[in-house]
């Protein structure tokens, strides 16, 4: 009913920089909260940044001051610019959404993922 689409993932230096993207398409009616969460080898997927549809934001400790959350309601996007990454920040980053659809049910998406790998 619901896609997420990925993009903008790559291989960094440390102290780069890259930014992402995720498209939402399907039967929405109205997306709730967006956000980006990560998964590292071994490591549990964690909330990166989220964003709700009134624009409040929320931002895991280790990426604040470093990433940006922006959403573009009108077009169900939603981007992280990422800055002055490190080696840490290397993980499979998942676009998620909170969708209100078409039929008024509430679910949650999930994107395939897109790999962020920044070497030292």
């Known amino acids: 009913q619901v896609q997420l689409v990925e993009s903008g993932g790559g291989l960094v230096q440390a102290g780069g920089s890259l930014r992402l993207h995720c498209a939402a398409s399907g039967s929405i009616r109205r997306i709730n909260v967006m956000g980006w969460y990560r998964q590292a080898p071994g490591k549990q997927r964690e909330l990166v940044a989220a964003v709700t549809s009134g624009g409040d934001t929320n931002y895991v400790d280790p990426v604040k001051g470093r990433f940006t959350i922006s959403r573009d309601g009108a077009e169900n996007t939603v981007s992280l610019q990422m800055n002055n990454l490190n080696p840490e920040d290397t993980a499979v980053y998942y676009c998620?959404?909170?969708?209100?659809?078409?039929?008024?049910?509430?679910?949650?998406?999930w994107g395939r993922g897109t790999q962020v790998t920044v070497s030292s």
């Open positions: 998620n959404a909170v969708v209100q659809t078409t039929s008024f049910a509430t679910y949650n998406y």
